[in-house]
């Protein structure tokens, strides 16, 4: 299954990947992170986008 244009599984993860990141900002702006809340923000935002580049690595379904 390579060289798909349009892959569900991936878009779910990219979709994953954005709700993530806005999440993250959106809070952020609503108030002061702490450095450990912050770090955890990154940390799931590295975990979401390490999930998409495994899943197109290993089902190459990449752009
Ligand atoms: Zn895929």
Redesign the pocket.
């Known amino acids: ?1 390579r060289g ?1 244009l349009l ?1 569900s ?2 878009q779910r993860l990219e979709e994953e990947l954005v709700e993530t990141r806005t999440r993250g900002r959106n809070l952020s702006r609503l108030r002061q992170l702490t450095p450990p809340e912050r770090a955890a923000w990154e940390q799931r935002e590295r975990a979401a986008q390490a999930r998409l580049r495994d ?2 690595t290993q ?3 990449q752009r």
């Open positions: 299954m798909l892959c599984e991936r899943h197109e089902h190459g379904c």
